[in-house]
């Protein structure tokens, strides 16, 4: 069992959900309001890597962290280590790689909130933020669950965009899903097995756990 | 009230000034071309009932929301309570959460994650939280829901939402309390009932009430003053009584659902100016002096004031601008018979009458009836001309 891999997989899916989330919800609830011009565009460039394929994704933002591309240059003079084959890299290429699965939930459940709830909390005298606090963050929250459950899952799983921007370096960007296919490649078939198993377990509990606790709430029957 | 036409410019003034020593009231004025075309003018005092009504597409939703600070026009102005909460041209707009207004939106609006009390709580949040759950149940309490404030809207039937949309308005302490179709979601006995309770809280608070609806029977059982508004227009702001008797123009008869509307021309008869309408020539009480002889005029004439003459015996005005007409058509609606009359020159007058007298009178169709129409309910309308396409010709 690769247990560093494990680390770099839990850490790695951790942190694309608590900062991809946020985001989400602010993309998500912008584009659900909104209406102006080349939302189109923004929302299908939002869903793009959702049908690429990942080494495609992978090939571009390895070209766009190296030293010499604006991305890449930016990040090195802030913090003066490059993007490639490093966890702040693999971190980056994730949060792009899972932006639909985070937006799209966390849209549509915004575009089911009635507009004029909204208007309702205002002229009940709350501002925009109390508004989003306790009128809409509740509404939507089987959105929001389903959004970081969708990106956990998926992060975890993440293989291609990971190879291609991280490469496979012990304790920084060698994930689990990438131990896998290391360890078959020596034809370790067992430890294959084991880790195989556990990425099934934890994918499917976060799954169950996310979805059985979106389900219950009291309001919604009926 | 006279009718309200092109409005516009600077009006707060003006609108004040509808309220001599009274400025606790609502009045609003606005003015744009586009996107919704918009010309209202209306106001509305405390404890008073305003019904905006008019066809869908009229303007009514915009119109309270534009009071509600959910939409703000070109150009205009509203002021409640002494305080300007828009104009346009000084570009000061409230926001919704500043101007303290209760609202109850067509589909109520409820929140579907909060109780019933934690709903009418959520307007609250500036006192003490004890105090705050003893004024939610004070308001449950108010609109008949004691006992229900744990459940979600969900479990609650249709009128006791609209109650509850209703609470959480008025316990925001408002200055203006806006009803946007609030009755329209429910079956006719929660309606009436409904209706019944409105009429009975409205007592007990003293601010204006404007309420925005299609059903004309609902505004002129609950308003005080009616508004009507068309494509954005507001036509005319009067009370029901009056609006009904003396409409400022044709199309705000036909909104209202009018008939018995003609053109007839100023003649004078042995000395006297008298209205000819085909062969008759009526009596007018009041308006004909102002006008020339010679003058074709449109008028307008309240069904109440056709009076059927009965077969054995004189009835009431009898006298007064008597004429033969022919049955054309019986309409029975339950207790009430809607009668078409054919007059000899081809206009159509329509009024309705219980059905056990027109029974007594045996109206059926073809048959020729005397009826009588009063003077002082002919209601002129110089300057205007009943379109040729209206339908009492074509019907």
């Not at chain 1, 792009?96 to 309702?120: D, G």
């Not at chain 1, 131990?179 to 078959?184: C, G, N, Q, S």
């Not at chain 2, 000084?90 to 994650?113: E, M, T, W």
């Not at chain 2, 005319?236 to 009904?244: D, G």
């Amino acid at each position: 069992m690769d247990w560093s891999a494990l680390s770099v997989s839990l850490r790695l899916a951790g942190f694309t959900c608590l900062m991809l989330i946020p985001i989400a919800i602010w993309l998500g609830r912008a584009l659900a309001y909104a209406r102006f011009r080349g939302k189109g565009l923004c929302e299908a460039l939002i869903a793009l890597p959702l049908v690429l394929p990942p080494t495609v994704l992978g090939f571009y933002l390895l070209l766009s962290f190296g030293r010499d591309a604006p991305v890449g240059s930016f990040w090195a003079e802030i913090t003066g280590s490059g993007l490639n084959f490093t966890f702040s890299g693999i971190l980056i290429a994730s949060l792009i790689a899972n932006l639909p699965f985070a937006v799209q939930p966390i849209q549509r459940a915004f575009e089911h909130v009635p507009h004029n709830l909204r208007e309702a909390a205002w002229c009940s005298g709350l501002s925009p933020w109390q508004t989003l606090l306790r009128i809409e963050l509740p509404l939507v929250w089987p959105g929001i669950m389903s959004a970081a459950a969708l990106t956990f899952a998926h992060t975890l799983g993440e293989f291609g965009v990971i190879l291609m921007v991280g490469g496979a370096i012990d304790g920084e960007t060698r994930t689990l899903a990438i131990a896998i296919y290391d360890r078959v490649q020596a034809f370790d078939e067992q430890g294959a097995a084991q880790m195989s198993a556990l990425l099934l377990l934890v994918s499917f509990i976060t799954l169950g756990l996310v979805y059985g606790l979106s389900g219950r709430r009291r309001w919604a029957r009926g | 009230m006279g009718c309200l036409g092109a409005g516009g410019g600077r009006v707060v003034d003006s609108l004040m000034g509808l309220a001599p020593g009274r400025a606790s009231g609502l009045g609003v004025a606005v003015n744009q071309t586009g996107p919704i075309p918009l010309d209202a003018k209306f106001t509305c005092q405390p404890g008073e009932l305003l019904a905006l009504v008019g066809p869908s597409g009229s303007g009514k939703t915009t119109l309270l929301r534009t009071i509600a600070g959910l939409y703000r026009p070109q150009s205009g102005q509203v002021v409640c309570a002494g305080d300007v909460w828009f104009d346009a041209e000084r570009k000061h707009s409230l926001s919704p959460q500043n101007r303290q207004v209760g609202i109850v939106f067509q589909d109520y609006a409820l929140f579907p994650h909060l109780t019933a009390l934690e709903n009418i709580q959520l307007p609250l949040r500036h006192l003490p939280q004890p105090q705050r759950r003893d004024q939610a149940e004070h308001w449950l309490a108010k609109v008949r829901l004691q006992g229900l404030g744990k459940r979600y809207p969900n479990a609650l039937s249709g009128g006791q939402q609209q109650r509850v949309a209703l609470a959480r308005a008025l316990a925001r302490d408002p200055k203006v309390l806006l009803l946007d179709e609030p009755f329209s979601a429910v079956d006719q006995v929660t309606r009436r009932r409904l209706q019944r309770e409105l009429a009975l809280l409205r007592q007990q608070i003293e601010i204006p009430i404007v309420l925005v609806t299609h059903d004309l029977e609902e505004a002129t059982a609950l308003a005080d003053q009616i508004c009507v508004l068309h494509n954005g227009v507001s036509l005319q702001q009067a009370a029901p009584e009056t609006l009904f008797r003396r409409p400022a123009s044709p199309l705000i008869a036909r909104l209202l659902d009018r008939h018995n509307l003609f053109e007839g021309v100023v003649v004078d008869v042995k000395g006297q100016l008298r209205l000819q309408w085909g062969e008759t020539h009526l009596e007018v009480a009041e308006g004909l002096i102002n006008l020339s002889q010679g003058e074709t005029v449109a008028w307008y004439l309240p069904p109440s004031d056709i009076v059927l003459h009965r077969r054995d015996r004189p009835s009431y005005g009898e006298r007064e601008n008597p004429l033969a007409a022919t049955v054309e058509e019986l309409v029975v609606l339950g207790g009430i018979t809607s009668v078409s009359l054919r007059v000899n020159h081809g206009d159509m007058l329509r009024f309705d009458i219980a059905t056990h007298a027109a029974r007594r009178n045996q109206l059926t169709r073809g048959a020729v009836v005397n009826v009588s129409l009063l003077a002082k309910g002919i209601h002129l309308l110089p300057g205007h001309q009943v379109r040729a396409d209206a339908h009492d010709k074509r019907k």
